[in-house]
Nanobody, 130 residues
């Protein structure tokens, strides 16, 4: 039992920034050690954006957001953030946070895929206008 709740979405112009938050009620008892962000643009498939391994802070990103987005974990380790800078219209999507359990080196080597996550939030909308 538990939940992931996203917040921070909104509408911005191209070049602007947004910071998404995901509050998690999952604990160590749930075996969660990876938190991630996905997005689904209108009419397109869901895609992975970023992930963080809570054990050592290792992160990974989709090529499309490298250098622009940053995933991080709050001091209480129950919140994950996605700082999005230099936003582009193609970043428009519903953004979802997810939680799962993976091997200690997975995130350092690659971006985890959707089937590797156990839990999902309800999503928050991000719209970037030109």
């Amino acid at each position: 039992q538990g939940q992931l709740v996203e917040s921070g979405g909104g509408s911005v112009q191209a070049g602007g920034s947004l910071r998404l938050s995901c509050a998690s009620t999952y604990t160590d008892l749930d075996g969660v050690n990876v938190l991630g962000w996905f997005r689904q643009p209108p009419g397109k498939p869901r895609e992975g954006v970023a992930a963080i391994y809570t054990g050592d802070g290792s992160t990974n990103y989709a090529d499309s957001v490298k250098g622009r987005f940053t995933i991080s974990q709050g001091n209480d380790k129950n919140t994950v953030y996605l700082q999005m800078n230099s936003l582009k219209p193609e970043d428009t999507a519903t953004y979802y946070c997810a939680a799962g359990y993976l091997g200690s080196t997975v995130v350092a080597r690659r971006l985890p895929q959707a089937p590797e996550y156990k839990f999902w939030g309800q999503g928050t909308q991000v719209t970037v206008s030109s």
